[in-house]
């Protein structure tokens, strides 16, 4: 009895995680870089990243799981987004953003559509979606420096610095295939060979960049 329970369980697994809520953000900002950012984070921390509707080399990272619990709570106080989030006031674009909840085992799913809003929730999970783009956003530049500008990877690790001074930087893991090859590359700079090193030591060893203090 006890092996069919287990054999149904694993089953059902991966039936149960599609079906999980997950949170969608999308911003459309012409004339920016990028011009188009969408996010999607599931309830286990599985995170995916895209630069345009129909990205064909999208990237996949994963949140430490308090982090997901957290943007999740925020979308629990902000009624799922089945409330408006826009703020009527005079302020500047700054991309058409839109929060997305969505439901696959149920009938909710919700969206809100925003330029500014003022509701402190609303701006703390905005404030995370941006930090994973930020941070992806120096991924894809020490991913593509290592590749083709090899002088220019010292600056791009110069960028990640300041994106972890700022204590912005997501999921620090991810760049850790990358460190090691620079590391282990002697065709590199070695100032940037010694700080790739530094990184992934202080990314295998320390905790990820702390959570964001949510709001009531």
Excluded: C
């Excluded at 920016?32 to 984070?41: D, G, K, L």
């Excluded at 921390?45 to 996949?60: C, F, L, R, T």
């Amino acid at each position: 009895m006890m092996r069919w329970i287990a054999v149904f369980a694993a089953m059902l697994g991966p039936v149960l995680a599609q079906a999980a809520p997950r949170l969608v953000f999308t911003k459309s900002f012409p004339g920016s870089t990028p011009a188009y950012v969408e996010i999607s984070v599931e309830k286990d921390g599985s995170v995916v990243y895209k630069e345009a509707p129909d990205d064909n080399n999208p990237i996949s990272i994963h949140l430490p799981q308090a982090d997901a619990d957290t943007m999740f709570s925020l979308a629990d106080k902000l009624n799922h987004f089945a409330d408006p989030l826009e703020t009527n006031v005079k302020v500047a674009f700054m991309g058409k953003k839109t929060f997305r909840y969505e439901d696959p085992a149920g009938t909710e799913k919700h969206h809100a559509d925003f330029n500014y809003s003022a509701d402190l929730n609303a701006q703390a999970l905005l404030d995370w979606f941006e930090r994973i783009a930020e941070s992806e956003r120096d991924f894809i530049e020490l991913e593509r420096t290592a590749k083709y500008d090899k002088l220019g990877v010292q600056n791009a690790l110069l960028q990640i610095q300041t994106t972890l001074d700022q204590q912005r930087l997501v999921a620090p893991q991810q760049f850790l295939p990358l460190l090691d090859r620079i590391v282990k590359n002697e065709s590199y700079m070695n100032m940037a060979r010694q700080r790739a090193a530094i990184f992934a030591q202080q990314f295998r060893a320390g905790p990820p960049a702390p959570a964001i203090t949510t709001h009531k």
